[in-house]
């Protein structure tokens, strides 16, 4: 048996049967008849109901994307992303002591992954963030007075004002706060 979100299909159906019994009915009469039959008013009851069921696509549940940063060094990546950033390490791993390191570093809800190996990421990408509270963190990582950034505001920044971070392996990440 269909469901309700087959809805138009069921009323073309009953428009051809009927029009092979000589019984000629409008699309408009038909779908106003599948909407009786699933106990609705009318056709509007029925369009609204199917809109606010009908998930975009149950084969496919995308999730949150974590971009990926290429890294070279271990000391260094944790003195700027977990001292200088603030982010916390979530989990790390190697498939043996002596090769690269993958690792998952988390701060506020953002997610990112640094790896050592090669081909996971290309040196000097970028990682866009939204962010609120734009000047708390900028004041707090002014504050920690690191040696290889003194990242400033950019008032204009494509979509609001925004506060470019650059790590030691040429890669940026471009914090942003919406204007109002």
């Not at 390490?89 to 998952?104: C, G, K, S, V």
Request: aromatic share 10%.
């Amino acid at each position: 048996m269909r469901s309700f979100r087959d809805a138009k299909l069921m009323a073309r159906s009953l428009r051809e049967a009927m029009a092979a019994r000589q019984v000629p009915l409008s699309h408009a009469e038909t779908l106003e008849i599948v909407a009786r039959q699933f106990g609705c008013r009318d056709w509007n009851v029925l369009a609204a109901r199917i809109g606010e069921d009908a998930p975009p696509d149950e084969a496919v549940r995308l999730q949150q994307g974590i971009p990926i940063l290429r890294i070279f060094d271990e000391a260094k990546a944790k003195q700027f992303y977990l001292d200088f950033l603030g982010f916390r390490m979530d989990w790390d791993h190697r498939f043996a002591p002596d090769l690269p390191l993958y690792m998952q570093v988390s701060r506020s809800g953002l997610v990112l992954h640094l790896s050592e190996h090669h081909g996971d990421a290309s040196p000097g990408s970028t990682v866009f963030v939204w962010m609120e509270g734009i000047d708390a963190l900028h004041a707090e990582l002014i504050g920690k007075r690191y040696s290889y950034s003194r990242p400033g505001i950019e008032e204009d920044g494509p979509g609001g004002r925004t506060l470019q971070v650059p790590d030691p392996f040429g890669n940026r990440i471009r914090f942003c706060e919406k204007r109002s």
